[in-house]
Structures are given as structure tokens and as C-alpha cells.
């Protein structure tokens, strides 16, 4: 079972970016899919984006066109480029081979001024 591990976070003020990165212990190269989710202080965990085999790639639709996934095989890492952030994208951000079975710690994300 691959390991992930999240790193990238930060304090960034509104209109910001940061970009994270999902590190694995093993090749990505035959996972199908590889997804962030986030989850803020009293929310469930939700869906951000989607990575999938071959270069497709998902998201939800209040990150479309500011958030981009990528996945770099030779470096076993996905990462998520955020762009334009606002303050209601504060959460522990977690990558998961989907389906998720498993979290990791996440790696925090803030967006104040």
C-alpha cells in the first residue's frame, strides 16, 4: 500500500498562492486516481481536485480555473497550485489514492491577512 505524505502548507493572505505536494513511498505511475480533499474546523472532509492516469484531471467547481493538479511520475508526487485563495479555503489539506481508505497528517493551510 503506497505511503503519502503532504507538505506546502502555510499562512497566505487572501489573493495568494501556495502550492503543495503529495509525496509517495512508492511509484504513482499505475495508480488511477489521486485526489486533494480539505477539510475545515466543523466541515467534513471534501473533494478539491483529481488526478488521474493518462492526465486527466477533476475539480471542484468553486476552485475551477484557480486551483491546478499535476502529477510528476518520475518524482512520485502529486501537487495542487493554488491560486486567488480566499479566507474560506482555511483547512487541513490531505491526499488520498481514491477511494481513500487511509489519511496522513495533511498539511495546514491558512488564508488571512
Known amino acids: 500500500q503506497v505511503q503519502l505524505v503532504e507538505s506546502g502548507g502555510g499562512l497566505v493572505q487572501p489573493g495568494g498562492s501556495l502550492r503543495l505536494s503529495c509525496a509517495a513511498s512508492?511509484?504513482?505511475?499505475?495508480?488511477?486516481?489521486i485526489s486533494w480533499y480539505r477539510q475545515a474546523p466543523g466541515n467534513q472532509r471534501e473533494l478539491v481536485a483529481t488526478?488521474?492516469?493518462?492526465?486527466?484531471?477533476d475539480y471542484r467547481n468553486s476552485v475551477k480555473g484557480r486551483f491546478t493538479i499535476s502529477r510528476d511520475n518520475a518524482k512520485n508526487t502529486v501537487f495542487l497550485q493554488m491560486n486567488r485563495l480566499k479566507p474560506e479555503e482555511t483547512a487541513i489539506y490531505y491526499c488520498?489514492?481514491?477511494?481513500?481508505?487511509?489519511w496522513g497528517q495533511g498539511t495546514q493551510v491558512t488564508v488571512s491577512s
Open positions: 488526478s488521474i492516469s493518462g492526465g486527466g484531471t
Open positions: 488520498a489514492v481514491d477511494p481513500p481508505r487511509s
Open positions: 512508492r511509484s504513482i505511475f499505475g495508480i488511477y486516481a
